[in-house]
């Protein structure tokens, strides 16, 4: 008896601090959002543009994950429709990141390898194409994993009362493999492309001399912290296989690897496109003083 209420008690404090964290990025980006819409240079610049849409699918993701993890701690049951709803956004934003991720490295790539064409490629047209692009193929496996579910589910599932998590809708042991063939060869795919950009951008920098190699350099860093992003996304997909593992030998063992995982690989990807471009970019991080000190201090683009 005491046993669970110390693992209560410690249980209520990771939520706790789970919840301060997610406020505390959310809020974050929320102040970064409202940045972006303060100057017309943002938003017909393609990174920028990209950014934003970072920013909005990061706080979309954080605040859904967030209620799912609520829910599931709660024990707390919802209709299955209602569920559905909560899935399709999460899963549909836990691949808007990353692509965007991947997006915005080829602009950098096409920025300081093919500077004569970046205008003609990095357009703000080509950037909501570019954004069209990213959710369409960011709901494909959400599409086919649901497709698979509906042709299984009967009709009476969707109004019965369940605890809302992914699993629910894995009926059969392959579905769970399809789902992470999918999603593993999703980031394949990103990781090419970044490894491809890397490269390249290393090679342009080696070549550079003067403020070009400069300006170069800092947008390799730039790519390598895309990277960095990128494969925290990648471990992410890794972590249920082992939480299952895990759960099977010590529920105290389960509970915190859950705990770390979500703040390491939930969390931590999200705090770091603030640190990216909101305090590396000095064009944006002038406009964000600005508009932390209310319009007081004008700062000229």
């Known amino acids: 008896m005491a046993a669970n209420i110390t693992t209560e008690y410690k249980m209520n404090d990771k939520i706790m601090l789970i919840q301060i964290f997610v406020v505390l990025f959310l809020c974050i980006n929320l102040l970064l959002i409202t940045t972006f819409f303060t100057k017309e240079f943002f938003y017909t610049t393609m990174r920028y543009v990209l950014f934003a849409v970072t920013l909005m699918s990061d706080c979309l993701f954080l605040f859904m994950s967030d209620i799912l993890l609520i829910l599931s701690y709660s024990r707390y049951t919802i209709q299955m429709w209602l569920c559905l709803i909560i899935y399709i ?3 549909l934003y836990s691949f808007v990141t990353p692509l965007t991720l991947t997006a915005m490295t080829l602009e950098r790539y096409v920025a300081i390898c093919l500077p004569l064409r970046h205008g003609e490629l990095c357009s703000p047209r080509s950037a909501l ?8 193929l960011s709901s494909l496996p959400c599409i086919i994993f649901l497709s698979i579910f509906f042709a ?31 999603s593993q060869f999703y980031f394949l795919i990103m990781c090419i492309t970044i490894v491809f950009s890397y490269v390249k951008i290393m090679r342009a920098a080696k070549a550079a001399s003067g403020e070009d190699k400069k300006s170069t350099w800092r947008g390799l860093r730039t790519v390598g912290l895309h990277a960095f992003q990128l494969l925290l996304c990648l471990i992410q997909l890794w972590c249920p296989f082992i939480e299952a593992a895990l759960l099977q030998i ?15 690989f939930d969390l931590a990807p999200k705090c770091l496109s603030p640190l990216i471009y909101g305090l590396r970019d000095e064009t ?5 003083k600005n508009s932390v000190s209310f319009g007081l201090r004008e700062t000229k683009i």
């Open 284 to 288: 944006f991080f002038y406009s964000l």
């Open 250 to 264: 010590n529920l105290m063992l389960y509970i915190n690897v859950s705990f770390l995982n979500y703040i390491m």
């Open 89 to 91: 956004v999460s899963s």
């Open 129 to 136: 194409h570019g954004i069209l692009m990213i959710h369409s």
């Open 152 to 182: 299984s589910a009967t009709y009476g599932s969707y109004t019965q009362g369940r605890i809302c998590s992914v699993e629910i809708f894995i009926l059969h042991t392959w579905q769970g493999h399809l789902r992470s063939a999918i």
